[in-house]
């Protein structure tokens, strides 16, 4: 699924960095699931969390069964922009537009076009069902990353927003208070990885690679 910030790209690289460390039966947490993009890449036991109420609605309908639009005649840009203006009339479908038929994947950004000017739903549409399968079995949970329920000894890889770049509308993120949660969650047993552009000097690094972003 398109979502801003996703790791698509880098799952290759980081995964398996990752995946090495997982033991037999230890449960896979990703505290900031977003568009499913690293979790997708796991097998086993899985829960995805998101503090994101419409995102997880989507999630939690998808995997059951719900379908999303399947082209431009099914979801209109006036269909997107009324749904812009009042996402609790279709929580769900609003978990789904606001992000995948965005452009940029920013939250009910612009209605998003591909290179030929046409619709992106068709395209989303094919994307979207192509991932299903990959994420089958996994447990989605709606909460904050510090109320997340954590089986012991978990395998934790962590996605925040951020330091310094684009955040959601009307969203703050404490980056002081969630590098404090990491460090006492691995003090607790855990094992935790996080991506982010910067960290305390206490973290140790395993993977980079530059990049250019437009997030910033």
Do not use: M
């Given at each position: 699924m398109k979502y801003m910030g996703s790791k698509r790209r880098a799952a290759k690289h980081i995964m398996p960095i990752i995946l090495a460390e997982r033991t037999e039966h230890q449960c896979y947490v990703e505290p900031f699931?977003?568009?499913?993009?690293?979790?997708?890449?796991?097998t086993g036991w899985r829960i995805g969390g998101d503090s994101h109420k419409y995102l997880m609605q989507f999630w939690k309908s998808f995997v059951t069964g719900w379908q999303p639009p399947k082209d431009n005649t099914e979801f209109t840009e006036s269909d997107y922009n009324a749904?812009?203006?009042?996402?609790?009339?279709?929580?769900?479908?609003?978990?789904?537009?606001?992000?995948?038929?965005?452009?940029?994947?920013?939250?009910?950004?612009?209605?998003?076009?591909?290179?030929?000017?046409?619709?992106?739903?068709?395209?989303?549409?094919?994307?979207?069902?192509?991932?299903?399968?990959?994420?089958?079995?996994?447990?989605?949970?709606?909460?904050?990353?510090?109320?997340?329920?954590?089986?012991?000894?978990?395998?934790i890889y962590c996605d925040p927003p951020y330091k310094n770049a684009t955040k959601y509308k009307g969203t703050t993120f404490d980056h002081h208070h969630f590098w404090q949660w990491a460090k006492d969650k691995a003090n607790e047993g855990h094992t935790v990885?996080?991506?982010?552009?910067?960290?305390?000097?206490?973290?140790?690094?395993?993977?980079?690679k530059p990049q250019t972003t437009k997030l910033h």
């Open positions: 699931v977003g568009g499913c993009n690293s979790i997708e890449h796991v749904l812009k203006l009042n996402p609790d009339s279709d929580p769900v479908l609003a978990g789904y537009a606001g992000f995948n038929l965005a452009f940029g994947a920013k939250w009910f950004g612009s209605f998003a076009r591909d290179s030929r000017n046409d619709a992106y739903v068709g395209q989303a549409y094919r994307h979207l069902t192509k991932q299903l399968p990959k994420i089958w079995g996994v447990q989605f949970v709606h909460s904050t990353y510090t109320n997340l329920q954590l089986p012991p000894n978990s395998l990885y996080v991506s982010e552009y910067t960290a305390p000097e206490w973290a140790i690094e395993v993977w980079s």
